[in-house]
């Protein structure tokens, strides 16, 4: 037989891919614990743990007994007008570990739906209240999903050019860091008298696709507050931060300027399938709450709370509170901690950043005009058994939480290794 490289030329077009710049697709077997397998067995270590998916380890044998029991019972159901334990338990298991003043949960897809919604949401919020407020607040080069509210609220233009006429309104701000909270506010002031803002959407301490950009903390409570106190609803987009990657279960945790909704997919599956949840305050669902039945939310998908994806959840949590689980995660702090001791003042860094499990490095190259540095930095990294995947020149780390100490070194050794070559 053909490898898989080469039979998926034939027919599939690939997401966030030039076929005629990248046609070769790496075919992978199969997948164990913190590895992943190409089709000649050359094994990897998945350093980002999938985009941030898979942070119990590939192929859980917990989470898929629990999934093939549930696939026995009840595989999928209709979500108007029926209801199933796995979504009832989830939503007793989720959301005492949310945010005190979140009390309903929405079920949907991915990321950008869970985007999506809580942006539909926040828009029939005001109007059912017959307000209507046309435009959104975002951060520079957020990253909240490819779909048309989600993309609209993302910064990172790359993506956005032919679709920049069709997008919603939205006023960006930069994102906070140590000088510049101050001016922050006085550029809000403007646009609050300028605009009717409906809400704000931001990834809450740091921002993925811009590279693993952290905020500065009391920067960021700054214009939490600013806005909580104009009644703008705060949508905080946890897809990627969920789940214990900011050194807390939830990143809004370390903010006293709580949420009015929260967007939450990616690790809430375990890598397994693919969910989001939505959750947002009992105001919100108030104001929806009416005799008259186009007040209602009319947003659903086909597979909305799937009953497998849902299990699958439930089975992820029970992980997450576990010692084994937490001990894992203080590990990977730990260990990241001391790397960044250790490679302090190398000069091809030009910066360095942890929050949690997270870690990421600048690094000090040119880009140069032939050859994607990227893909250069990630085929260095393949070529020795580790899967990173960095952005731009920053290469960063998202690692399992059942990453043996051992395996950690590997993915700094080979960081290390990157440093001394380049
Ligand atoms: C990945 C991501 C999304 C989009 O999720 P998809 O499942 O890819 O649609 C939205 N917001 C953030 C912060 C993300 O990291």
């Not at 920067?219 to 969920?242: P, R, S, W």
């Amino acid at each position: 037989m053909e490898s898989l490289t080469k039979r998926d030329q034939k027919f599939i077009w690939h997401p966030l891919t030039q076929h005629k710049t990248h046609p070769e697709m790496l075919g992978i077997s199969r997948a164990s614990g913190v590895y992943l397998y190409d089709e000649d067995g050359k094994s990897y270590i998945d350093g980002i743990s999938s985009w941030y998916t898979a942070v119990y380890g590939h192929c859980n044998p917990y989470i898929i007994s629990r999934v093939c029991a549930q696939m026995h019972q009840l595989d999928q159901v209709v979500f108007s007008g029926f209801t199933h334990e796995p979504a009832v338990a989830l939503s007793e298991t989720l959301i005492p570990m949310l945010p005190e003043n979140q009390e309903r949960l929405f079920f949907s897809d991915n990321g950008s739906t869970a985007v999506e919604v809580a942006v539909k949401m926040a828009l029939q919020y005001h109007f059912n209240q017959g307000k209507p407020k046309k435009v959104l607040l975002a951060f520079e080069e957020g990253f909240h999903g490819d779909t048309f509210g989600a993309m609209s609220v993302s910064g990172l233009s790359v993506y956005n050019g032919p679709f920049e006429d069709f997008s919603l309104e939205v006023k960006r701000i930069p994102v906070p860091l140590e000088e510049n909270p101050s001016k922050i506010l006085q550029q809000l002031e403007g646009i609050l008298n300028a605009s009717e803002v409906a809400a704000f959407v931001y990834e809450p301490l740091v921002q993925g696709a811009a590279a693993m950009k952290t905020h500065n903390r009391s920067g960021l409570e700054a214009v939490l507050k600013y806005l909580k106190n104009k009644e703008i609803l705060l949508i905080a987009d946890e897809v990627m931060t969920g789940f214990g990657k900011t050194g807390t279960c939830f990143a809004s945790e370390q903010m006293q300027t709580k949420p009015d909704m929260m967007c939450l997919s990616k690790a809430l599956t375990a890598g397994l399938l693919p969910m989001a949840i939505t959750s947002c305050t009992g105001e919100i669902f108030e104001a929806f709450y009416e005799d008259e039945v186009s007040k209602g939310f009319f947003h659903g998908h086909t597979y909305t709370a799937n009953p497998l994806a849902c299990t699958a959840a439930l089975a992820g949590l029970e992980l997450y509170k576990s010692d084994k689980i937490q001990l894992g995660i203080r590990r990977i702090e730990q260990g990241h901690r001391k790397f960044l001791d250790s490679i302090e003042g190398h000069p091809k860094i030009r910066a360095s950043r942890q929050c949690g499990v997270i870690m990421a490095l600048d690094l000090d190259i040119q880009t140069d005009r032939y050859g994607n540095i990227r893909d250069r930095l990630m085929a260095f990294f393949m070529e020795r058994g580790v899967f990173l995947r960095p952005l731009g020149n920053t290469v960063y780390l998202m690692p399992p939480y059942v990453i043996e100490p051992e395996e950690l070194n590997i993915l700094y050794d080979n960081i290390e290794l990157l440093l001394d070559t380049l």
